[in-house]
């Protein structure tokens, strides 16, 4: 069975910065890592990402909307069957469809939610997305602009990170990337990925 990974996500606080700001930083995350995608309503978007890159997908699409002060993404990430994938992937339908909707829709005061059709994957997801994303909320702008260039570039050391985004030292990098949590978001990335392909094969 091929099982896939929709993506279903809103900005927040779109209206606190201009659209010319915002939604080029949306549309080149999402076009990093996205099958096929579309945005709508200004702020709203729906997209395929491939199963072994999905996580990374959102915590990039975080790093990209927090350079913006006191704007962040909401995403619903369901993963199932689909049983119309068309170009335009407001017309595909299935249950990764309707799971990523619902994870949406569900979001109250959190801002990812995972959901398939294994119970305890779910839950042992979500409780981790949840945590992760209290660090996530404390990226500064500057923060979000470092872990974004160190995901672009993984094999850079700091020193080429430094050149890069255009700080005057190394040792900003490196407190920024530490007071971000890198490394943990990466760990959080890898362990979410090797669970959800241990039950997808």
Known sequence: MSYHVILTGDVVHSRSHE???????????????ALTFD??????????VPLGSCFQAIFYLKAEMRQLEGMDIRIGIGI???????????????????????SLDSLNKESLEFKSRWKELDEGLNLILTLSTRLT?????????????????????????????????QSQVSTELSKANYSKINQVINYCTKELKRYVN
Do not use: C
């Open 80 to 102: 199932g069957k689909v049983e119309l994938l068309d170009k335009d992937i407001k017309k595909s339908s299935g249950e990764a469809f309707i799971y990523s909707g619902q």
């Open 19 to 33: 659209a010319k700001e915002w939604l080029p930083k949306l549309e080149h995350g999402i076009k990093k890592y």
């Open 39 to 48: 945005i709508f309503r200004g702020d709203s978007f729906q997209a395929e």
């Open 137 to 169: 909320d404390q990226w500064t702008p500057n923060m979000a602009e470092t872990v974004q260039a160190a995901m672009d570039y993984p094999e850079a050391n700091q020193t080429e990170l430094t050149k890069i985004i255009g700080r005057k030292h």
